[in-house]
């Protein structure tokens, strides 16, 4: 009787021990598909994030005297980091853009770069481009024409045009359209006079 007793405590710790063994090695792999699945996620994410290029956004300068400093500014931004700005010009009697000014964080919230290059005595083409940290890229913006002196820059400084002047434009001319009949009139009255006089 002890015997059976025993036998039958020794078949249920076996039991015991076996099912949960097996729930353990069943809670292991689970475990380490989870993880797996979560590496591969994020390495996707990342390579997803990766492929996104930095943006460009700025207002180009067209006009600008000679003999001066023209500083491009524009806002650049990426998921990641802004790798490496450069900004490229060239002058009209040149076939090479440069070898590239490397534009400067100027306003870290609103991601303002700017950058310089001199201005002669022609007109100057000039782009922007833009590499992020993930060597997504390049990016261009440009390339963009700067006029430079002469004819150009008179009519960028030039005001338009306003209501008040073509109404003292039309004011003036109906001026003189009353003198021109006036002086008409004064005519046709003298010769008049002058043909009474005679009869």
């Known amino acids: 009787m002890r015997k059976s007793f025993l036998f039958l405590i020794i078949i249920l710790l076996a039991v015991f021990v076996l099912t949960n063994s097996f729930a353990l090695v069943d809670d292991i792999p689970e475990t380490a598909d989870s ?4 590496l591969v996620e994020q390495k996707h994410e990342q390579a997803l994030r990766e492929k996104i290029p930095p943006e460009i956004s700025f207002t180009p300068v067209t006009r600008a005297k000679s003999n001066q400093l023209v500083t491009i500014k524009a806002r650049i931004t990426d998921d990641n980091k802004v790798g490496v700005a450069k900004l490229f010009y060239r002058y009209a009697d040149r076939n090479e853009f440069s070898a590239g000014v490397p534009f400067v964080l100027v306003d870290k919230a609103k991601n303002i770069y700017q950058a310089s290059f001199p201005v002669k005595d022609q007109n100057v083409f000039y782009y922007v481009e833009v590499i992020d940290v993930d060597n997504n890229g390049p990016v261009h913006k440009g390339p963009y024409q700067l006029f430079v002196g002469g004819a150009d820059v008179r009519a960028a ?3 338009p045009v306003s209501v008040k002047d073509l109404a003292r434009g039309e004011s003036n001319y109906f ?11 004064l005519i046709v009255g ?3 006079l002058v043909v009474k006089n005679k009869r």
């Open 35 to 38: 993880e797996a699945e979560m």
């Open 157 to 159: 400084s030039s005001s």
């Open 175 to 185: 001026i003189l359209v009353l003198l021109l009949v006036a002086l008409v009139g």
């Open 190 to 192: 003298i010769i008049y």
